[in-house]
């Protein structure tokens, strides 16, 4: 398994709590909802989407091209034409580090 990396400052994460990355060749987007923050990858499992630029409602993350959503805590996909999950990683703040580990 992977080491947790820092990929970012906390001071970094824009007013929208959305912050897209590549690291290590990989589309993630980082998630903060209140105090908590979530990694999935940047990319829907319907037809390549770029989720962070979607619209998120409570936990759920809503791509912009045909509209599937998905949980930002899991990865799940919530509903249609998403129907396999995206790849959630595990995070961690540091400090002001944002240290995220990438899953296989
Ligand atoms: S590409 Fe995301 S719902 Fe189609």
Excluded: W
């Excluded at 805590?73 to 249609?80: D, I, K, P, Q, S």
């Amino acid at each position: 398994m992977s080491e947790f990396i820092p990929v970012a400052k906390v001071a970094e994460m824009p007013d929208s709590g959305r912050l897209c990355l590549e690291v290590a060749d990989r589309f993630i987007v980082i998630v903060k909802i209140e105090n908590d923050y979530f990694c999935i990858d940047d990319v829907c499992t319907h037809d390549g989407g770029p989720l962070g630029e979607g619209e998120l409602h409570g936990f759920c993350l809503a791509c912009p091209r045909h509209g599937a959503q998905f949980d930002v805590r899991t990865g799940e996909a919530l509903t249609m034409p998403a129907t396999e999950p995206t790849a959630c990683h595990e995070i961690q703040i540091k400090g002001d580090d944002i240290l995220v580990r990438l899953c296989e």
